[in-house]
């Protein structure tokens, strides 16, 4: 029985039936690798998931669009990089771990995983108002 507002995503298990997958679980399944690499704070997200998070609602959609066909499956992902991080090593990890990750729980080939860096984020709020000044010295004129 399908239901109308979910888009099957299915995978054939065997000559008894399929298996379908809702786009919500593809997408809290992305949700929750991405938050497990170094250097990404937490996931973005828009207005709608703002208000969630005012009503203390755990929302592990958040942050993360999904496109999901028969047998294959696309990911757009915006995060938050802690400050000192190398963007594009954090970027990379994401891209590796949601596929790893969708592809080993569900067997959907991940055709693409899209991170978005929406925000670098600091471990101390008074920080970002601060960010050290690195001295730099003059070099001396050689004449």
């Given amino acids: 029985m399908e239901n109308e507002t979910m888009v099957p995503t299915d995978v054939q ?17 992305a949700n929750l690798a991405a938050s497990e690499v170094e250097g990404v704070t937490g996931l973005g997200g828009g207005f709608a998931d703002s208000i969630t998070g005012i009503l203390n609602k755990k929302n592990f959609t958040k942050g993360v669009r999904v496109e999901v066909g028969n047998e294959e499956a696309a990911v757009d992902i915006s995060i938050n990089v802690k400050y000192g991080s190398k963007i594009q090593n954090v970027s990379v990890g994401v891209q590796n771990e949601v596929k790893k990750a969708i592809e080993t729980m569900t067997g959907l080939r991940v055709v693409e995983v899209n991170v978005y860096v929406q925000s670098v984020t600091f471990d101390n709020p008074e920080k970002a108002d601060k960010v050290e000044k690195k001295k730099v010295e003059p070099e001396p004129r050689v004449k």
């Avoid at 997958?21 to 809290?28: L, S």
């Fill in 13 to 29: 298990v065997n000559e008894n039936g399929k298996v379908c997958f809702a786009p919500d679980v593809i997408a809290t399944i």
